[in-house]
C-alpha cells in the first residue's frame, strides 16, 4: 500500500468536496442549528441566553444522530458513484484500487469533519463568551463521537456504492440504511422485546445496541455526559456489566471501530472483483 | 507489447466479447474497428485492468494485467470514451493530480500543461471549458507520463472537426515518437489514416485483423474499403 497515493486521492477529494456548493450548506445549515439548538433550550426551560456545554451536548445529540447519517451517505454515495469518465480515467492509472478507495474515503471525511467542526466550533465560541467553559470535554466528547458516527456512514456508503452499480439505485439504498439505522431500528428492536420474557428481553435489549451504530453513538454519549441515568436500571446494569464509565466508553468506541472497519473490507472485497 | 489471449466477458447471459485474441507489436497503431456495442470499449477496459476477463488474459510487455495490475498500468495510459473532470477544479489542478498518481514531478505536469496550449486558461475551473479543451486537457494527461502503449476508447466520437484533426495530429506525433498505440473507433477514414492494421469487431467477437495495405489491395478487387467492411460486418452479424 502506497500512503503517498492515498495521500494525493485525499487531497484531491478533500478539494473537490471543499468546494462543493452542497458541503458549504450543509456546514452553514449545521453550525446555524447547533448555535440555535444551544440558545432555543434554554429558552425553552423559561431563561434567556446560552446553555453550558454540557446542557447543549445533550441537546444537540438528536440533531447529530439525525443529520450527520444522512449527510455522510449522500455525500459518499455521491462521490462513490460518480462520473464513469473520472473513475475510469482514475483506475487506469498504476495505483490500486484499495488506495484510491481509502483516498477518497480519507478525503470525503476531512471534508465533512471540516464541515462539522466549523458548525461545532461556531457554537463553542458563541457558548464560551456567554455561559463559560463548564462542560467543553463534555462537549469535545460529543465532537469526537459525531465524527466517528460520520465515518462509520461513509464506510457503509462505499458498500453501498460498490454493492449498486446505478446511481439510482444506491441512492435508494442509502436512504434506506438511513431510515432503519434512524428511524427503525428501535422500533424493532422493541418489538422484539414483546416476544421475549424479562431477562432474555433485557439481554437482547441490551445486544442490541452493538447492532446499530447510531445506538452505540447515542450510549457512548449519554455515558460520557454522565446522562447514563436516562436508562434507568437498564444504565445501571450496562455502566456494571462493561466495567465502569471508562471502560464502557472504550467499549462502545472499539464497536464503532469495527462498524468501520468491516464496511472498508467489505467494499474492497467488491471493488477488488468489479468492473470500472 | 501487448497480447490479448482468448478474451471473453459476460455480464450474465449477455457475452460482450467472445474469445477476442489479438498482438500488437512494439511500435505498432492497432485499430478497433466495429459498430456501436461490438465489444471494442470492453477490449479496452479489460487491456487496461479496469474489467476482469471472465476468461483469458492480457499481457502488456512480460507482465500480466491480471497478476500485476499496476505494474502493468505504468506501461499503459488510457484515454476513456467520455472524459469527465471535477468542474471545481482547474486544468492545472487536475494534471497535477494525474502527475502524482504516477510519481511525476510536477514540473513535467506544467510542461505538459503549457504545449497543451490552454492560452492562459490553465488556471480556470474545468467547468468553464469548451469540449474541446477537455478533450486537449485529457490527451495532455495521456500524453504526460510518456507510457510506451497509449490505449484511447473512440477518441473523436462527439468532437468538432477542429477536434478530430487535433486528435489525428496527436496520435501522428505520437506514431512517430515510437508508441504502441490502440485506438477504438467506427470510422474507416479514420482507421485508414492513422492505423498500421485493424481489428474488426462485430457481436463481441474479432472478426478480421488485416493491415490497412491488405484491405486496400482486397479492396481493389472488392470495390472501396467501406464495402469490404460492410462485407465482413453482414456476414457475421448475430
Known sequence: MDSST????ARHELTVNIRNKWTVIFALVFGALVVGISYVGIIAEGFSGMQSFTRTSASLLNLVLYLI???ALTMGTLSFTGERGTAELLFSQPVSRTEIMLGKLAGLFLAMALSMLSGFLAAGVVIVSSAGTEGILRYSYLVILSLLLALVFLSLSIVVSMANSRKAKAFGTALFLWFFFVLFYDILALGVTLLLDGPRANTFLFLSIFGNPVDLVRVATLIALDNVTIFGAAGAALIRFLGGT??????????????IALPVLTARWLLQRQDI | MIQAEHLTKRYGAFTAIDDVSFHVKRGEVFALLGPNGSG???????????????SGRVRIGDLDVRTHP??????VSYLPQRVVFPESLTAREIIRFYGAMRKLPRELADRSLAEAK???ASDKLVGEFSGGMVQRLGLAIVAMPDAPVLLLDEPTASLDPQGVKRFRDFVLEQKAGGKTIIFSTHLLAEAEQLADRVGIFVGGKIVAQESIETLRVSSLANGTIEDLYLHYVERNQP
Open chain 1, 6 to 9: 492515498i495521500y494525493y486521492v
Open chain 1, 69 to 71: 447519517p444522512l449527510v
Open chain 1, 246 to 259: 471508562a471502560a464502557s466508553v472504550l467499549m462502545l468506541l472499539s464497536i464503532l471501530g469495527c462498524w
Open chain 2, 40 to 54: 471494442k470499449t470492453t477490449t479496452m477496459k479489460t487491456i487496461v485492468g479496469l474489467c476482469v476477463p471472465t
Open chain 2, 70 to 75: 499496476k505494474e502493468a498500468r505504468t506501461q
Open chain 2, 118 to 120: 490552454f492560452n492562459g
